[in-house]
């Protein structure tokens, strides 16, 4: 059964609690809501307290929810994506890491490191690297998912424990890819976000265990998926109660061969728009030649990104995988201070 299909048949409601409302008032709220059938999932924001309850009810009216005690409105979402949409977070989603990093506020973040893990000399250079060009993140694969099954795989755990030592030494956060359930266990003690590949951005068993996790999520647009699409992914992991996630434009496959994908700039505008997720750019993956990463970084923070998630190698033509989008370290330190002039520009800052 499509995903749409399926999505369509629940029905949602949210109920936007007013400033005043007591613990009182939004416990009562919630359980006439589950009375119905509703699964609720809250969220308080800086000024009010927003209801969403989600699933198969008996039938409902909501202006019975609106002369409850403390309701500031309630409304059906007829959106097939419900927890995504930006009624669910009007103000946005912030997303906030142990050393203080925040994701979704007026800085933008940078990850940036190599495509993969290949020994401790190139993951500790590649720290020190993007450290000083001044990103929050090291990103790096110890799990590859490669085109063919003849090229570099990754490292495995041992990339995993090299990524945590050299972003502990250098006072760095790590981000990299989850391929398969079975790995998340085993990543959980090495890293700080999870990312989702375009080639997962569909694996809904894999979405529906990360939504059971804790820890913060990146996932990549596929490489031909709609916007609804990408939203309705990301509504598995939101469904599961982790609204700790950020949604990433790589680029898409058109009939345009020139670069390696088609970097779609008009989605970050789009998604800023439609949901109250953090949106990262990648323009690494989105033209997959390093001389059109700086110009097509510039266009996402203008664009309204959040975040930018690239590549950099200490020496990208001697990289095992991606050294041709992969930036040079001098690259990355003059496209942060470009970064740097252009934010305040549209309202942002980098570090």
Known sequence: MPLQTAAAKESTMIVAMQDQATEENIQHVIERMVDLGFNVHRTTGTQQTILAGVGKPTEFDVTEFKVLAGVQDAYRITQPYKLAGRKFRPEGTTITFPNGVVVGGKEVTIMA??????????????????????????????????????SFQGMGV????????????????????????SQIEVMLPYIDCFQVGARNMQNFNLLRELGHVRKPVLMKRGIAATIEEVLLSAEYILSGGNYDLMLCERGIRTYETYTRNTMDISAIPVLKKLTHLPVFGDPSHGVGIRDFVPPMALASVAAGADGL???????????????????????????VAQLRALAPVVGRTVA
């Open 113 to 150: 490191g190599p495509c993969s893990v290949e020994s401790r000399e190139q993951i500790l250079l590649s720290a020190q690297q993007v450290k000083a060009a001044g990103a929050q993140f090291l990103r790096g694969g110890a799990y590859k998912p490669r085109s063919s099954p003849y």
């Open 158 to 181: 041992e990339g995993l424990k090299l990524l945590r030592e050299v972003a502990d030494m250098t006072g760095l956060l790590v981000i990299t890819e989850v391929m398969e359930i």
């Open 309 to 335: 998630l690239m590549e950099m190698h200490p020496n990208p033509d001697k990289a095992m995988s991606d050294g041709a989008q992969s930036l040079f370290p001098e690259q990355l330190e003059k496209l």
